[in-house]
């Protein structure tokens, strides 16, 4: 890679080094956006070769802006094979493909910075999205305002600068902006992250907001009644999956409350005794303590008037991950841009609002009483205790003179008056050591990897089903076009992310299920089977139906796709893999 040794460089050399090398790579980006421009051109509606059936009709290719406005239109299906020789998705090559565009036809002045090498080619990227929504006289007045500072200031000093300028631009977009920003609610779920957790960002009327977080501090304290030693954010979180679960939830209160009379009302009081008056201290500074043979008043907690000083400093960060600039999952759509809204658009705390997710918290000043978690035997006991109240609450619900009238008979109750709790489908992949000895790593669709120490956590203290494992090896296939829920079912699990070269998405009920060789009516049985459909998203679906896309099956877990200029990828459950060909088609 490198003709000299490293290892044998001065220091101020190798940091000149370094240097150029940082200075080659944005050439080298630079040089990319050149190429997406030359391809875009190529890819014209009006320059590119016909195709049969070109219509927008029944899914067929159209023509489509990506730079925004004052960009010139680009045949839609062109991303993908750009996408595919890059190995980037199709989404992401559609993307840069419009940044390049916008920096050329809206951004003039960053994009001629970008070419001197004055500008950090990304960094012009990421302007050019910013100001997609502009309209091309706003998106200039932009450029003329930032693209001297490009590289002169911090990332995130550019971005407010460009979201300054985009206001001064379009101060009727930038009022219009904030007002949509105001009506949107929703609650959002992120991605699970490498440690099988999730987010759950809720834009909602501050009443309901006050009244759920209430809901969420009464479980959380609940579960603290009961014995659940952890902190007040980890019970809070624990409250999450309960209240999940209204007659859980509900019974669990209950069964909260009842103990918690019983530990304040034990039985009648012994007659009071005079407390014998406290010996003087050896010093002014000295305090009666408390005494030891005293039982506490009811609720309340015996705490020292001059304790220990807390050993900790400074209030702790909680860590990049509650940053504002770091946004996880930063590629997903924003909901002013898409319906379907960013799903971890986390706004940063305002000082003095406990429990928002940017405060920095004092774990010892938010729940002074919480102890250590429970040890493993006392775990145990309590989770029993919990699935305990659980079994409870759903055998007797409905059935309590307390409750009323009978309910109503319908969906989700069982004989009796009992209501049945809701059911949750999970697929867990594991190999037959980790299920032997309990100990290693398993795959959770939906979420990822995880310990297999996770998964009770997973499942929850709620009766659950082991259902029989579905033998992958038994090919299985139908006569007729539609897909039955069983078929569908073993292509989810034989192919769980989509099989579109360099495709993201995971399986899931709502992805097209394609037949690879076309269905034909008066062919062979068994056409729609295992061994013929293959998951793909709608647009890949569109791609190879109708942008003159090649595929073919090698095995039962590999497909061949074949681009229109003949480059060639193999599609397997380790990933996309390229095929060399020296002799792509022209």
Request: proline share 11%.
């Amino acid at each position: 890679m490198f003709e000299t040794d490293l290892t044998e460089l001065p220091t101020a050399d190798l940091l000149a080094s370094a240097a150029e090398q940082r200075a080659e790579a944005n050439r080298r980006e630079a040089s990319l956006l050149e190429h997406a421009l030359v391809y875009a051109d190529r890819h014209h509606p009006d320059t590119c070769p016909p195709r049969p059936g070109r219509s927008s009709w029944q899914g067929r290719e159209r023509a489509v802006v990506l730079g925004g406005d004052g960009c010139p239109e680009v045949a839609e299906f062109a991303a993908a094979e750009f996408g595919a020789v890059l190995g980037i998705s199709a989404g992401a090559a559609a993307n840069l493909i419009g940044q390049a565009l916008a920096l050329r036809h809206r951004l003039p002045f960053t994009l001629a910075r970008v070419r001197s090498g004055d500008a950090t080619p990304w960094r012009a990227c990421r302007i050019a999205t910013a100001c997609l929504t502009l309209s091309e006289e706003a998106a200039a007045l932009v450029d003329k305002q930032v693209a001297a500072v490009v590289d002169s200031v911090t990332p995130e000093r550019l971005e407010k600068i460009v979201k300054a300028a985009k206001w001064r631009a379009d101060p009727d977009a930038a009022r219009a902006e904030a007002e949509q920003k105001a009506r949107e609610r929703g609650v959002y779920v992120g991605r699970s992250d490498e440690h099988g957790t999730k987010r759950v960002y809720i834009r909602a009327a501050s009443g309901d907001v006050i009244r759920f977080d209430a809901s969420i501090a009464s479980i959380a304290e609940a579960l603290k009644i009961l014995g659940d030693t952890d902190t007040l954010p980890h019970r809070r979180a624990k409250a999450i999956g309960i209240i999940a679960d209204p007659v859980y939830t509900e019974e669990l209160l209950r069964q909260a409350r009842a103990q918690l009379l019983n530990q304040t009302n034990p039985g009648p009081e012994p007659a009071p005794q005079a407390a014998p008056a406290p010996r003087p201290g050896p010093g002014p500074e000295a305090r009666p303590g408390p005494d030891p043979g005293r039982e506490p008043e009811p609720g309340r907690e015996l705490q020292p008037e001059h304790g220990p000083e807390p050993e900790h400093g400074p209030e702790p960060a909680f860590g990049p991950e509650l940053e504002p600039d770091d946004e996880a999952d930063r590629d997903a759509p924003h909901p002013s841009h898409s319906d379907l809204p960013d799903p971890l658009d986390t706004p940063t705390g305002a000082p003095g609002e406990p429990g928002w997710p940017g405060q920095r918290v004092d774990p010892d000043a938010a729940d002074p009483d919480a102890g250590e978690p429970l040890d493993a035997a006392a775990q145990r006991a309590f989770d029993a205790r919990l699935a305990q109240i659980k079994r409870d609450a759903h055998a007797t619900h409905g059935t309590h003179a307390a409750h009323g009238a009978a309910p109503a008979s319908g969906a989700g109750r069982a004989a009796g008056g009992r209501m049945r709790p809701g059911q949750t489908e999970i697929y867990v992949h594991l190999t037959d050591h980790t299920l032997a000895t309990g100990d290693g790593i398993l795959r959770v669709e939906g979420l990822g990897p995880l310990l297999a120490s996770q998964l009770a956590e997973l499942v929850g203290h709620g009766p659950y089903v082991v259902k029989p494992v579905i033998d992958l090896n038994d090919a299985i296939g139908v006569d007729c076009y539609e897909i039955p829920d069983r078929v569908r079912e073993r292509v989810k699990l034989i192919h769980p992310v989509e099989q579109f070269p360099y495709g993201t998405r995971e399986t899931d009920r709502a992805m097209d299920l394609d037949h690879i060789r076309p269905y034909d009516p008066l062919g062979p049985p068994g056409q729609t089977g295992t061994e013929n459909l293959a998951p793909l998203r709608r647009y890949a679906h569109r791609v190879k139906t109708f942008g003159r896309w090649k595929v073919r099956r090698l095995d039962r877990k590999t497909l061949e796709w074949t681009t229109p200029h003949g480059y060639r990828f193999h599609v397997t459950p380790t990933g996309t893999h390229p095929v060399t060909d020296p002799t792509p088609d022209p």
